[in-house]
């Protein structure tokens, strides 16, 4: 992507920041996020920094490529980091853990107990909707208030919508501070039959839907749940709000990845409208797995008409020096001696001259085909692949004009997947360098 259509994303000027303490990747599913987020840990890490990557990716990619057996809850620290100054971490977040680490550091012990065992609360801190993306930031606020590491490179979870990063730690925290909760809260402040009554009385019609939806026994334990969780609702919303604002905060960077494909570049493009609209401070883009050629100077038409030429029977002058031999191969016949006491032999020799030489030509026609063939299917080849890069550069193209002030640094394809330290290495590079596709 020329620097005319965009800046340049720079990535090390990012990193060297020590004002900047979180970066944010963020984006569609399956652009790279992880492997993004993994290596600018890593150079963050041999520039001199202490770092710890917060992954939220089920596939455990991230603790492969750092050669760390798992990851967890926990930060563990990764070794072969080259240089002595800086540290990288790593961990995985275990949404229920961090949960229950809420409830255990909000609660008395013996309410603690309640609230985890209680069966709905189980189902809520397993797979609520919402509950992951929330717990991401639970998580993220937590390190940054223990001012272990001087930067934190979250990986945010993968989703349909750009939207859902964004919005449900809100929404998780509206509902256990909303008016739906409130209500289920009314019978046990009532307290006992009083309040079973009450609500009976009050809401028949209600808590017949709910019943009926939910179960009577499920109904009953999510009013014990939310008995049990009286006092923290509250703190559950204050939480949220802080992590937004904290997101909001000039010491985070927010940095998009996108793979040159019109789906995941408009998925990028709301990311960055939606970014705005919140006042949250976005780094650049990051255009993973680009196409390129080393020989981009022949384009997809010359190799396609190249290749027609070859597969319909070669260069325009290759049937005229294939005459020119045999015509070469018919003069030496004329040019035997007459026949005489030494006839034979020399008819002999005459037609031994001829034969070897069409085998000769006919091994090298034959040789001649194979070659073209081969040929045209490299051309081929390249011709596809020079229209794959003309059609992603269109894509980003289309980005950059809707986005002209947003940074860009991309990434080339490579051949296999990173799968350790010296392939995260590797793309650290590439993306501090802003090295183009091919090069």
Known sequence: MGASS?????????LDDRDTRIIV????????KTTTAAALGLRAAERGRKVVVLTIDPARRLAQSMGIDALDNTP??????????GELHAMMLDMKRTFDEIVEAHADGER???????????????GFAGTQEYMAMEKLGQLRARDDWDLIVVDTPPSRSALDFLDAPKRLGSFLDGKFIRVLMAPAKVGGRAGMKFLNVGMSLMTGTLSKLMGASLLKDVQ????????????????????????QAPGTAFLVVAAPEPDALREAAYFVERLAAERMPLAGLVVNRVHGSGADGLSAERALAAADNLERGGIV??????????????EDVHA?????????????????????AGTTAGTTAGTDAEADGIAAGLLRLHAERM??????????????SRHPEVAVTEVAALPGDVHDLAGLRAIGERLAAGVPAGA
Do not use: W
Not at 25 to 32: S, T
Not at 77 to 85: E, I, K, M, N, Y
Not at 117 to 122: D, R, V
Not at 387 to 398: H, L, N, S
């Open 224 to 247: 014990t749940f939310v008995a049990a969780m009286d006092t923290m609702f509250g703190g559950f919303r204050t939480r949220a709000d802080a992590t937004f604002r904290l997101l």
């Open 336 to 356: 035997d001696p007459a026949p005489g006491p030494e006839a034979g032999s020399h008819a002999g020799a005459g037609t031994t001259t001829v034969t070897t």
């Open 387 to 400: 229209q794959v890069i003309a059609r992603e550069q269109r894509t980003r193209d289309r980005f950059t």
């Open 25 to 32: 990747c963020c984006g569609a599913g399956g652009v790279g």
């Open 76 to 85: 563990r620290r990764v070794s072969g980091v080259a240089g002595d100054r």
């Open 317 to 330: 002058d290759q049937e005229a020096g294939k005459a020119g031999l045999r015509d070469s191969a018919a």
């Open 6 to 14: 965009s800046p340049e994303l720079s990535v090390d000027r990012l």
């Open 112 to 126: 603690a107990r309640a609230i985890l065992a209680n069966p709905f609360y189980q189902s809520l801190s397993a």
